[in-house]
């Protein structure tokens, strides 16, 4: 068993005592499942704008509101705060956390530099608290059985990962779509591969504000030679979230958007021969194998992800999408914006 990384201030038979900042979109969602844990309470929600603590308030009779953000630092029965806010503020109210002494779970991407994720890294370390980000899709059922299928080796050497995540809207004020849509897609590669990209480069469009893309296309290069894409919009007719991973034996496509079948194995391929030595002799053989759906049970990700929170709390042990994982999509995100900067370009990324 790892040794625990953080302090735990909790017995088993305590309550677990969250605090929650921001209700605006995501937030309730976060409300709703942490307030389902077990042995746990939702101590206090802190937003700045009033009639979301309005609006809240109605939804969740008796639930304790601010608009005083500090009051979730200043009190001290609350173990573990989570941040629902734009990005542009999750560095500082991650680091007013964690040096009031709470663990914290910030919604992704957890930074937009890879120096402030790598100050709340250390920050965490020093203060021996947990420091969570909020990958949803690394607690799919559907993206964990992926990961399990490649690192099988079930679909043989992966040749590339495809990704696209588009929809029309939601447009977003603070970050471009890159910064939005896009850790998604990153941590799942990462994840499903369980590598880091080692090169990326990117294009990207500004359709309808001139400063903010809200169109692009993202490849990046990992170690091995594998190689992924993600597109991803808010300029689409119709909502896709597909995710296809082609090896050399199998192919695999996990369509979100599916109802019960969201994941497909196809035994197909393209087999060449190795006697062609001319293009006159090139011949391809193409398999045209089953198609297997597999069983997967399902659960909501963001419920697993706030169990996997609370239990990381009470245990001090790292949990899977912890600060380096959060790191390891900003350093991809930041430099597909150099990319873009550059022409699209492959900018090299240092580990
Ligand atoms: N994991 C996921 O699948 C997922 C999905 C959607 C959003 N998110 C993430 O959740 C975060 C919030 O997104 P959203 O769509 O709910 O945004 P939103 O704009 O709808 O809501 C943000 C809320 O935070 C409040 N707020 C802003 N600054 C604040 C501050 N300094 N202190 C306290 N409250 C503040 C706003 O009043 C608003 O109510 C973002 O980081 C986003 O990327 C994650």
Redesign the pocket.
Known sequence: MTAPLAKSSLTPDQQLRFGL???????PLLLRNLARQDNSSVALL????EP?LAEAQRNNPGLRVTSR?DDMFEESDIDAIVI????S??FE?AQQALLSGKHVLV???LTDSSAQARELIALAERQGRILMV???YEYSPEVERLRQIVQNGDLGKIFYINSSRLNLGIF?KD?DVIW?LA??DVSMINFVLDKRPVAVSARGSTCVHKDLIDVAYIDLRYPGGDEAHVHVSWLNPNKERRFTIVGDRRMAVYDDTAGNEKIKIFDRGVDRPNYSTTFGEFQLSYRYGEIVIPFVAGAEP?AVECQHFAQAVRSGQKPRSHGEVGLNVVKALEAAHESIDKGGVYIPISW
């Open positions: 900042i921001g209700y605006g979109y995501w937030g802190a937003d700045v704008t979301r953000v629902a806010t734009p990005l503020t999750h109210l919604e992704k991407p909020g990958h949803t977003r970050a939005d850790p998604h963001l």
